[in-house]
Each structure stands twice: as C-alpha cells, then as structure tokens.
C-alpha cells in the first residue's frame, strides 16, 4: 500500500536546534502540500511544491521555515532555530494533478520543542 | 479569505441513532468541497469530493450533500467504528487554486 509517507512520526529537539520533516508522496503523485495542525486549531496550509517548484508559499512563516521537493528523493520541510511554538502536528498530502483532486494525508510528524 | 465553519464541535450518538453534520463556507468560486475522517494519531482520510450545488456522495452509512452555502454530513445508523473527527475543507479559485481551507472538525462518538 504505497500511500504518502512521513517520517519521522515523532521528532523531538531543543530550541534553537533544526529539524528535518520529509515526505514522499503517493506513486504517481507529483503535487506535494503541507499542512501545520496545532492543538485546538483546525489544519493549516503552509505550502505547495511540484517537482523542483514551489507553486505558492502563502501559508509559510517568513522566517525560518523552508520546504522543498528535488527531483529525486522526498518533499523536506525545514525548520531552523526552532521555537516551543513550533510544536505541531506537520502532515504532508500528494494528489495526482492540482485544483479539484482530492489530497492524501500522510499521518504526520509530531514535533515536539524542549 | 476562504473560511468554513464546522457545528457541532463535538456529537455523541448512541449506535442506531442517525444525524447529520454541518459545515458552513464562505469561498471565492468553489473548486470543490471535501470530507474527510481523522482518527487520533492518523493523518485525514479522505471521504468525499462535492463540486457543484445540488451534488451528493454515498458512501456506506456516509451521505454528503451541498448547496450554496454549506455541506452537510449525513450519517445513517452510526456504529461505534464511525467515531473520528470529521473534517470539512474547501479549495477555491484564488491564488494557485489547490490549497484547502479546513475547518476546526466534529468530534463524532457513537456510543454502543
């Protein structure tokens, strides 16, 4: 079952330290998205990349975070230098094609900040 | 700004007992509308696709219709396996068109 996979499920750092989140899309699936859940709040949208692109960022924090998605290997999320309220639930989804498909979630990165 | 709105935010059924969920939305020209069932510690799965006014989608114990203005969820004679979050979320033709707006979800129980 080659559903979008994330990895790790649980990461755990200190402020001030990176963390890495990574997402590999469903077969087939070329259009990657990250959402952002914190507690008591609905899903978020943060980003859209295709292959080498970043369609729009509009979601993102304009300082620290980045996300890309090589043409070969994984979608990474980036966090640098980051902050208690970094902690979240990250989710990744990949749809086939663009506007109107459906997206499918990965289960998410729960990040957590000492 | 896309906005969508989930009521109740929390429902508790007792298995048998049919109802229905609501999402309200507010959307600069609809793309699509989507369901979808979150269990604790899972990502969203996803249920449903609705495009246009007048549409609906069946899925087992799962009926979801759309108008103009909101969704709704319909759930015939709930069983315990259907308690999950609920979420709603919509995609509209604004900026690169795909991102979703979702809603705050509906905590389902359904009790046996």
């Known amino acids: 079952n080659a559903g979008v996979m994330q990895n790790p499920r649980h990461l755990v750092r200190r402020r001030g330290q990176e963390a890495r989140l990574r997402c590999s899309p469903m077969k087939g699936h070329s259009h990657v998205y990250w959402y952002r859940q914190l507690p008591e709040e609905g899903l978020k949208f943060m980003v859209y990349l295709q292959k080498e692109n970043i369609i729009d960022e509009s979601g993102m924090p304009k300082e620290r975070f980045s996300a890309e998605f090589p043409k070969e290997g994984p979608s990474i999320l980036r966090i640098q230098q980051v902050v208690r309220g970094d902690s979240a639930a990250y989710f990744c989804a990949s749809s086939p094609t663009g506007a109107g498909t459906p997206q499918h979630f990965g289960d998410g990165t729960r990040l957590s900040i000492l | 700004e896309d906005q969508v709105t989930q009521s109740p935010e929390a429902l508790r059924l007792q298995e048998g007992e049919s109802s229905s969920l609501n999402c309200s939305y507010t959307v600069s020209g609809l793309r699509g509308l989507f369901w979808y069932r979150q269990d604790p510690g899972k990502g969203p799965e996803f249920l449903f696709t609705l495009y246009s006014a007048g549409e609906e989608k069946e899925k087992e114990r799962l009926k979801a219709t759309l108008t103009k203005k909101e969704s709704f969820l319909h759930i015939t004679a709930p069983k315990p396996e259907d308690s999950a979050t609920y979420l709603c979320?919509?995609?509209?033709?604004?900026?690169?068109?795909?991102?979703?707006?979702f809603g705050k979800g509906i905590t389902l129980s359904v009790r046996p």
């Open positions: 979320a919509v995609q509209g033709e604004t900026g690169a068109n795909s991102k979703l707006t």
